[in-house]
């Protein structure tokens, strides 16, 4: 009996302190990140090649830079983005997870031709948000800016490392 009483508690003990963590789907970090321009980045309509937008832009190159993005910044500039380079041209999906400011995600093929949109992103959003068609390059921008700038399905990019 005694040892049916301690194999009990021990059984209790174990749930108590390892199986019944709860985890967290949204992490808090003190620490706030600022802009660090990286480079430059224009935007050129396709019909008639004219220049719509210059942009300062930090890039992600990095697997550490690519999973964390724009996650734990408070604002961004209008004319700032983040340009994720792959090293290969695939379908790729983002998600908002720890992304405090919304944002339009321009999916960008190996042409720099703007291939598709994700516009106006929900803050802390863990659904995946597809580019739906292979692409090389992401543009992370201000929610909005899309339907501001007119940006459309073939536009380019041309970009620049400082």
């Known amino acids: ?14 749930v108590n302190f390892f199986g019944c963590k709860e985890t967290s789907k949204t992490e ?7 802009f660090q321009k990286e480079g430059e980045l224009q935007i050129f309509k396709s019909v008639n090649d004219s220049l719509l937008v210059n942009l300062d832009v930090e890039f ?21 983005g983040m ?13 908002m ?3 405090q400011i919304p944002l339009d995600i321009i999916f960008i093929n190996e042409k720099l031709e703007i ?6 992103t929900r803050p802390f959003d863990e659904k995946g948000l597809s580019s739906q068609v292979p692409i090389k ?18 536009d380019r990019i041309k970009y620049s490392e400082n």
């Open 1 to 14: 009996m005694k040892k049916v009483i301690v194999f009990i508690f021990s059984l209790w003990l174990f």
């Open 28 to 34: 808090i970090k003190t620490e706030t990140i600022s």
């Open 60 to 80: 992600a190159k990095s697997d550490y830079e690519t999973q964390t993005g724009l996650m734990y910044r408070e604002s961004m500039e209008i004319k700032q």
């Open 137 to 154: 390059y992401v543009l992370e921008i201000n929610a909005g800016l899309v339907e501001k700038w007119s940006l459309e399905v073939g």
């Open 97 to 99: 997870k720890n992304t």
């Open 83 to 95: 340009l994720f380079i792959f090293p290969e041209t695939s379908v790729h999906s983002f998600y």
């Open 115 to 120: 291939a598709s949109f994700q516009k106006n």
